[in-house]
């Protein structure tokens, strides 16, 4: 429950910054100094302050959780957003999308790559942080299983910490890519490779005659 309220509000923040600061330079000048520079800042860092900001309680881990799986998904949602193909953009403007219709149907369909890719990412890194999240001051949860065992020396009980991380993070993989192709069927199948890959070559073909 940790991991995925943390997933889910860093998710979130980090996709709709990444978006906001992909379209108006201004606020990208202002706002990606601050963004760089606490990006270089590892989320075990402020295992301290968030103790001290905000308690040893659930808010903490979920700040830790939030704050590691940000980033991830920010970077890849502005790069793709940035990089999106201005010549689609222009497509959709002479057949009349613009505005936010450009925006949702061509801008954010362009990135969504990046955007579940970051977000795959950072599965595993909210897994990450939720075991340094529970080592200070816990009272439950596979990190303090693994820092109690450590304590006792019970190897044994280390290692089934560990593998439930494994399995957790496997488990969520699956789930999150199994989501995906349910509600985006096109994405990511060998299939629509395939079909892209003849479209081009008979593209090239008509393009040669």
């Given at each position: 429950?940790?991991?995925?309220i943390?997933?889910l509000?860093?998710?979130?923040l980090?996709?709709?910054?990444?978006v906001?600061m992909a379209?108006?330079p201004?606020?990208?000048?202002i706002?990606?100094?601050?963004v760089?520079?606490?990006r270089?800042?590892?989320?075990l860092?402020?295992?301290?302050?968030?103790?001290?900001?905000f308690?040893?309680?659930?808010?903490?881990k979920?700040?830790?959780i939030?704050?590691?799986?940000?980033?991830?998904?920010?970077v890849?949602?502005?790069?793709?957003v940035?990089?999106?193909s201005?010549?689609?953009g222009?497509?959709?403007?002479?057949l009349?999308?613009r505005?936010?219709r450009?925006?949702?149907?061509?801008?954010?369909?362009?990135?969504?790559?990046?955007i579940?890719?970051?977000?795959r990412?950072s599965?595993s890194?909210a897994l990450?942080v939720?075991?340094?999240?529970e080592?200070?001051?816990?009272?439950?949860?596979v990190?303090y299983?693994?820092?109690?065992?450590?304590?006792?020396?019970?190897?044994?009980?280390?290692?089934?910490?560990?593998?439930?991380?494994?399995a957790?993070?496997?488990?969520?993989?699956?789930l999150?890519?199994r989501a995906?192709?349910r509600l985006l069927?096109w994405?990511?199948t060998e299939?629509?490779?395939?079909?892209?890959?003849?479209?081009?070559?008979?593209?090239?073909?008509l393009i040669?005659?």
């Amino acid at each position: 429950m940790r991991a995925a309220i943390g997933f889910l509000g860093g998710a979130a923040l980090g996709v709709a910054l990444g978006v906001a600061m992909a379209q108006p330079p201004l606020l990208h000048g202002i706002i990606n100094p601050l963004v760089q520079m606490f990006r270089a800042v590892p989320s075990l860092a402020f295992v301290p302050l968030a103790i001290f900001w905000f308690g040893i309680g659930e808010t903490s881990k979920i700040f830790l959780i939030a704050w590691g799986v940000f980033f991830p998904v920010w970077v890849n949602t502005y790069i793709g957003v940035r990089d999106v193909s201005p010549l689609l953009g222009r497509t959709a403007a002479s057949l009349g999308a613009r505005g936010w219709r450009n925006f949702a149907y061509v801008v954010i369909p362009g990135a969504l790559p990046f955007i579940i890719a970051g977000l795959r990412v950072s599965l595993s890194v909210a897994l990450v942080v939720l075991v340094a999240a529970e080592l200070a001051g816990a009272a439950f949860g596979v990190g303090y299983l693994i820092q109690m065992s450590q304590q006792v020396f019970r190897v044994d009980q280390m290692f089934v910490g560990l593998i439930v991380l494994g399995a957790m993070g496997f488990v969520a993989d699956l789930l999150f890519e199994r989501a995906v192709r349910r509600l985006l069927p096109w994405y990511g199948t060998e299939q629509a490779g395939q079909k892209g890959s003849q479209i081009e070559r008979a593209s090239g073909r008509l393009i040669t005659k």
